[in-house]
């Protein structure tokens, strides 16, 4: 896992970008801002008290109190157009004292480049903000979870497994098309396999028509990327039962990036690898926005903070 951060900090390095850390009162996003800032390596921006510069000996860092910001009324004013009608100007005058909308906003208006929280705030806590106000990318219908699974030398792609119940097939071409650009960001060649119990026509199901339409679908939006479907994992993974069950597939056999039909499929999937493969973890890593957000666990460490916004910078050089 070291080694994959250490090419990250490469590809970020003096490129001069910000990422937001709403939670500046807990010690973990602390000591993880001041390393960054330490590093240069991205200028953090913490949403809190003018103080924390003074009281934690912070170099290189931001610090801003919504309360104080000088161009509160123009965000404000930006965060009701955004919004449609759906809010009041009072409503978000007072929404916006919320530091996860504050820092959502500032990403929003191009102050900063990505955001990372959820150290004590729960997950819709940080994904509501940016669904509303950053939204998915234009042909982007949902934004998902993807976790990078990393053994030794070994990198694999593992998506969604955080966020959507039941995909559509079209959700499963995005999620395909998506996380085999940040396949690439890892420094892995994608090779994208939609996962069923059916390999290659081998079972005729609503659940298997709808990954087949899925492969159907991802092959027409991008025919840059090696995607192939459906298939079993063994068929995917297994290069003697990919040759044997999918003929032809340039992708049978040599998959890296895996996307599950649906999310109980994936949720256990990784859990599977991570906990009987002694695979580690990284992740959920939100793919799909306009500009990237990332979810902490509230159990997180301070380096579990540090890596995240290396790899929300590296998402934000992404097109």
Do not use: W
Not at 35 to 51: A, C, D, F, R, Y
Not at 196 to 208: I, L, Q, R, V
Not at 304 to 319: E, G, H, P, R, V
């Amino acid at each position: 896992m070291a080694n994959i951060i250490e090419e990250l900090k490469m590809k970020i390095s003096g490129k001069g970008l910000k990422i937001v850390f709403p939670e500046a009162n807990d010690p973990r996003i602390i000591e993880a801002a001041k390393k960054l800032g330490n590093e240069g390596l991205v200028t953090p921006i913490l949403i809190g008290s003018q103080s924390l510069i003074e009281e934690h000996n912070l170099v290189g860092c931001n610090v801003i109190n919504p309360r104080e910001y000088e161009q509160y009324n123009e965000m404000v004013d930006a965060f009701v157009a955004r919004r449609n009608g759906k809010v009041t100007l009072e409503d978000a005058k007072e929404m916006l004292l919320d530091e996860n909308y504050f820092g959502t906003m500032l990403v929003y208006l191009n102050k900063a480049d990505g955001l990372v929280s959820g150290a004590c705030h729960s997950t819709s806590d940080t994904v509501r903000p940016a669904l509303q106000i950053i939204k998915t990318k234009p042909g982007i219908s949902k934004t998902f979870g993807y976790f990078l699974m990393v053994r030794e030398d070994e990198k694999y792609i593992f998506g969604d497994c955080a966020i959507n119940p039941n995909p559509t097939a079209e959700n499963l071409a995005e999620f395909a098309i998506e996380s085999a650009k940040a396949a690439e960001m890892f420094g892995i060649n994608p090779k994208v396999a939609l996962l069923s119990f059916s390999t290659n026509g081998s079972a005729d199901t609503d659940e298997t028509q709808k990954v087949v339409l899925a492969t159907k679908l991802a092959k027409e939006m991008n025919s840059k990327y090696d995607i192939d479907g459906e298939m079993q994992f063994d068929a995917a993974f297994v290069p003697s039962v990919g040759k044997q069950k999918y003929k032809g597939s340039n992708v049978a056999g040599q998959a890296n990036t895996f996307i599950f039909p649906d999310l109980n499929s994936g949720n256990i999937g990784y859990k599977i690898t991570q906990r009987l493969g002694n695979f580690d973890a990284m992740g959920p890593i939100l793919a799909g926005l306009n500009s990237p957000v990332n979810d902490l666990s509230r159990g997180c460490s301070s380096e579990d903070a540090y890596n995240t916004a290396i790899i929300t910078a590296s998402q934000a050089l992404i097109k």
